[in-house]
């Protein structure tokens, strides 16, 4: 049987890797949802879910590092499919810097996607969930990063921190109004944000294209880098009534990388 039968998800970050296999199966489940990205118009990929899924699918163009852009995507996503009941805080960005050249430019891009606009976005939605009443759920994407340091990505690996820490004091202030609030720690995911990070790690460390990544996925203890619908199939579980007594944790997907 379907899962999520009668939920409203919205999912940021959908032309990517993971926000793209999660709305594929939360859409599967049964869920209407509301996909967003950067873009204006919707990726190949999304068309062919726009098509297969005309009363269950809107895409949604939203920058989650603005305010105002925030506002007006959960005012859309209210629009079509009534209050969201879960939001999937996935859009992120990455980039690589040697501890000493970060520059703060690069600090501030990573920190206002990261941090500051996945806290918005979660406040926006979580506004909208208690005024209507509702006891959904909410899932930020922290990740493997957000455990430990990483010489190469100190900037990344804090903001990722912050995404934590963020979900354990949005369970706490919530959970008086039955709202759950996880995360989840990915570990390497083969999408297309590897594809960069292969890239920047090939420059910075004299690698050929697709060696860093080769070696990673070597190294995790399932021996391959994970799918992106590893990722999804966790999210399905973390919004479904199964995880309805599970709330201020952030569940590793990783193939063993980190175990705490
Ligand atoms: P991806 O780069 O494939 O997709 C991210 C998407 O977010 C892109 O489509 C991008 O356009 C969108 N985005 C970026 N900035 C945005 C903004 N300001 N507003 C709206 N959308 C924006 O990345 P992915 O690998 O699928 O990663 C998804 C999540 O998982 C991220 O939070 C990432 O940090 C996390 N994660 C990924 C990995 C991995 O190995 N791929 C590991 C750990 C954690």
Redesign the pocket.
Known sequence: PQRLIGEHALI????????LAATIAFLREGARCTA????PTLSPELQVLQAQYPEHFQYVA????RQDSIDAMVAAARARFGTVTTLLN?????SLGPLLEITEKQYDVIFD??VK?MFFVMQAVLRQMVADGCKGSIIN?????GRRGEALVAHYCAS?AAVISYTQSAALAMAPHGIRVNGI??????????K??DAQFAKAEGLQIGEKKKAVGLAVPLGRM?D?AD?ARAAVFLASAEASYITAQTLNVDGGNVMN
């Open positions: 940021t970050g959908t032309a990517g890797g993971i926000g967003v990205d950067l873009a939203a920058d989650v590092s996935n859009a992120a960005v990455f996607v990261n606009g994407l922290a990740s493997q990063a990722k720690a990915p570990g390497v995911i083969d999408t297309p944000m590897w960069d990070v994970g992106p990722v």
